[in-house]
């Protein structure tokens, strides 16, 4: 059973910054990895995704803002979140597809304070 481990999530400034991390065990050949974020009442929405040769796809909302990266030795991706603003306060979920399905993470909570 394949689990992920998120963590980085907390509470920061508008304008501040916050690095999330999920790491994959155990080690499996991975499609990608990513983020998705859900606010209550809304749908899951693409934060950013990253394939394991390196492509990586963002949600309009934090494109020139956050930036995805992974270690393939690790089976780690990283969301490295700057200029924070107050909507992106909600639960950010990790992600994995290994082809065959998708995995979820449990969730860690950013709160963006005005």
């Known amino acids: 059973q394949v689990q992920l481990v998120e963590s980085g999530g907390g509470l920061v400034q508008a304008g501040g910054s916050l690095r999330l991390s999920c790491a994959a065990s155990p080690s499996i050949f991975i499609n990608f990895m990513g983020w998705y974020r859900q606010a209550p009442g809304k749908q899951r929405e693409l934060v950013a995704i990253?394939?394991?040769?390196?492509?990586?796809n963002y949600g309009d909302s934090v494109k020139g803002r956050f930036t995805i990266s992974r270690v393939i030795a690790n089976n780690t991706v990283y969301l490295q979140m700057d200029s924070l603003k107050p909507d992106d306060t909600t639960v950010y979920y990790c992600k994995l597809n290994n082809w065959a399905q998708d995995y979820w993470g449990q969730g860690t909570q950013v709160t963006v304070s005005s």
């Open positions: 990253i394939n394991w040769g390196g492509s990586a």
